[in-house]
């Protein structure tokens, strides 16, 4: 795939404008550029069990913890992947400011990757069991099953094999590879916050305001608590 070492904040606007008039792109950060493009149920330490018989034992006991009854099985799946489950659905989103603060936010002391998706179809997920679906990897637009999902702009690349990486033997469509060096993490993950990206929002729950808070004491010497008027003229 094509990789794009970006050098500054000014370039990843510069980067980012590219895309500014489309709707069709989607974008995932990872905080470490050498990981793959893989669902969590396929990595190393969750692959040992079927993610479908995990998804059942889950389904069964989060009923209580729902706000209806009626989600579809993509639905619960959405919610079960945002909330942590080890699933065969990789998360995208249409923002690529959600993306770049998870590339950003963790392992400050590595380059992390920001993936540039265009798929050229959408799984007509009415038609389909997510673990019945036709293609290697497919892309999935769910509905606002939550408000983890519907604050992050959430999108799924859905991998019939979840050990199977997105790639370029896989892709349906256009992918680029965006890396961010280590030292640029931390102004991103501030600039971001300024512009209204960060856990706080992206997490509207209490484990979303726990990590906004416990972000802002870690970095209470970055703040600038001294600004002269004649600075920000």
Same mark, same amino acid.
């Given at each position: 795939?094509? +990789?794009?070492?970006?050098?500054? $904040?000014?370039?990843?606007?510069?980067?980012? /404008?590219?895309?500014?008039?489309?709707?069709?792109?989607?974008?995932?950060?990872?905080?470490?550029?050498?990981?793959?493009?893989?669902?969590?149920?396929?990595?190393?330490?969750?692959?040992?069990?079927?993610?479908?018989?995990?998804?059942?034992?889950?389904?069964?006991?989060?009923?209580?913890? &729902?706000?209806?009854?009626?989600?579809? +099985?993509?639905?619960?799946?959405?919610?079960?992947?945002?909330?942590?489950?080890?699933?065969?659905?990789?998360?995208?989103?249409?923002?690529?400011?959600?993306?770049?603060?998870?590339?950003?936010?963790? @392992?400050?002391?590595?380059?992390?990757?920001?993936?540039?998706?265009?798929?050229?179809?959408?799984?007509?997920?009415?038609?389909? @069991?997510?673990?019945?679906?036709?293609?290697?990897?497919?892309?999935?637009?769910?509905?606002?099953? /939550? +408000?983890?999902?519907?604050?992050?702009?959430?999108?799924?690349?859905?991998?019939?094999?979840?050990?199977?990486? &997105?790639?370029?033997?896989?892709?349906?469509?256009? &992918?680029?590879?965006?890396?961010?060096? /280590? +030292?640029?993490?931390?102004?991103?993950?501030?600039? $971001?916050?300024?512009?209204?990206? @960060?856990?706080?929002? $992206?997490?509207?729950?209490?484990?979303?305001?726990?990590?906004?808070?416990?972000?802002?004491?870690?970095?209470?010497?970055?703040?600038?608590?001294?600004?002269?008027?004649?600075?920000?003229?």
């Amino acid at each position: 795939m094509k +990789e794009i070492k970006i050098k500054s $904040l000014d370039e990843i606007h510069t980067l980012l /404008s590219k895309y500014r008039k489309s709707s069709i792109f989607k974008f995932r950060g990872q905080s470490d550029s050498s990981w793959e493009l893989i669902p969590k149920a396929g990595r190393k330490g969750f692959d040992k069990v079927s993610d479908q018989e995990v998804f059942l034992h889950w389904k069964r006991r989060a009923m209580s913890y &729902l706000k209806r009854e009626n989600y579809t +099985e993509w639905e619960l799946m959405a919610i079960a992947q945002h909330t942590g489950l080890p699933t065969r659905f990789l998360d995208w989103t249409h923002l690529p400011t959600v993306a770049l603060f998870f590339a950003a936010y963790e @392992n400050q002391d590595r380059d992390a990757a920001l993936f540039v998706y265009k798929p050229n179809t959408n799984i007509r997920h009415q038609d389909h @069991n997510p673990f019945e679906i036709d293609r290697s990897i497919s892309m999935y637009l769910p509905s606002a099953a /939550s +408000e983890r999902v519907a604050n992050q702009y959430g999108h799924f690349s859905v991998h019939k094999n979840p050990k199977t990486a &997105l790639n370029d033997k896989t892709k349906d469509g256009l &992918l680029i590879k965006v890396i961010i060096p /280590s +030292e640029l993490k931390v102004e991103i993950v501030h600039m $971001l916050n300024q512009y209204g990206i @960060n856990y706080l929002n $992206l997490f509207p729950d209490l484990e979303g305001l726990s990590k906004h808070l416990t972000w802002f004491v870690q970095n209470y010497d970055y703040w600038d608590k001294n600004f002269k008027d004649e600075e920000i003229d």
